[in-house]
């Protein structure tokens, strides 16, 4: 059979993974600290710390916003496996046929994962749900950040968040889903690596050149101009 090099992943979708992943990893790493100031002594030799821990959070959450608004931008003009329909497969019933044939190859009913370029159907699902709940952080983020002066633009934005909780459990729910972004991050690496060894497909590399690869055969869209 004959093995295909097709460009899925243009630049501004890896552009907008990388910045993304990065901004995430940042604002955990601070906000962990946040939540736990563990180097924080009355005697420190930095006194300020915990001020730098804020600045880079707030500066990290600035970031992935701008990646957010690119990649919700991108999933109108980009290629088909960039499109926002991508993230919804089950509400068609076609999107639904595909989540079983992958449940199916996950749970070992099924030799081969069915056929596709982009994502899988469980992993878009996966997706959607993620930039749903990184939405929520930056609103929420903001909110919070907003708090500190209530005159100021970031609060009349996001000041409404307060009308529906109180500020306990917005940093409850915002500190909360950290935990489910990094389940999700362990899930996602281990997802990609065992696609990439079963499949011989490129996933774990495609982030970097964009490309996936397979035989001719076996893809049910190989449109060259990935629209």
Same mark, same amino acid.
């Given at each position: ?33 946040? +939540? ?23 500066v990290a959450g600035w970031v992935l ?69 990184? !939405? ?51 899930? +996602? ?12 497909? !490129? ?25």
């Amino acid at each position: 059979m004959r093995r295909l090099a097709i460009k899925v992943w243009e630049f501004p979708v890896r552009l907008f993974h990388w910045t993304n992943f990065l901004a995430i990893v940042v604002l955990s790493l601070t906000g962990a600290y946040i +939540h736990w100031p563990f180097l924080s002594t009355p005697n420190s030799a930095f006194p300020f710390l915990m001020g730098w821990a804020r600045a880079i959070h707030f500066v990290a959450g600035w970031v992935l916003m701008v990646g957010l608004v690119g990649r919700l931008y991108w999933a109108f003009v980009g290629n088909r496996y960039a499109r926002l329909s991508t993230f919804f497969p089950y509400l068609t019933r076609k999107g639904w046929k595909q989540i079983w044939g992958v449940l199916r190859y996950y749970l070992f009913l099924a030799r081969r994962m069915p056929s596709h370029l982009g994502h899988n159907a469980i992993a878009s699902t996966a997706y959607g749900f993620l930039f749903l709940l990184l !939405g929520f952080q930056v609103v929420t983020g903001f909110a919070l950040l907003g708090q500190a002066d209530l005159a100021s633009t970031t609060y009349r934005v996001t000041g409404w968040v307060f009308d529906i909780a109180t500020n306990q459990w917005v940093r409850l729910g915002h500190y909360f889903a950290m935990w489910v972004i990094f389940a999700f991050f362990i899930t +996602h690496i281990y997802a990609m690596w065992m696609s990439d060894l079963a499949e011989r497909d !490129g996933t774990a590399g495609s982030m970097f050149s964009g490309y996936k690869y397979g035989e001719f055969e076996s893809f049910a869209d190989t449109d060259p101009r990935g629209r």
